[in-house]
């Protein structure tokens, strides 16, 4: 599992968000978001940068943990 740092997430609905751009592009992908901590896991074939692409097209300041 690849961690995140990813800031700027407050909410159910930026959880929602970064989770499902991921699996719009990794439909296997399994996604956990720890708000207090501002990390996100992802277990996916995606590559480290390619996460941190979609993420960032949500509009959220993201880089490895």
Do not use: W
Request: net charge negative; aromatic share 4%; glycine share 6%.
């Amino acid at each position: 599992m690849q961690v995140f740092n990813v800031q700027g997430m407050s909410c159910g609905h930026c959880v929602k968000a970064v989770t499902q751009a991921v699996q719009a592009k990794d439909p296997a992908a399994s996604v956990r978001v720890d708000l207090a901590a501002k990390e996100v896991g992802v277990e996916s074939t995606l590559s480290a940068e390619q996460v941190i692409e979609i993420i960032s097209e949500e509009g959220y300041a993201v880089k490895l943990a």
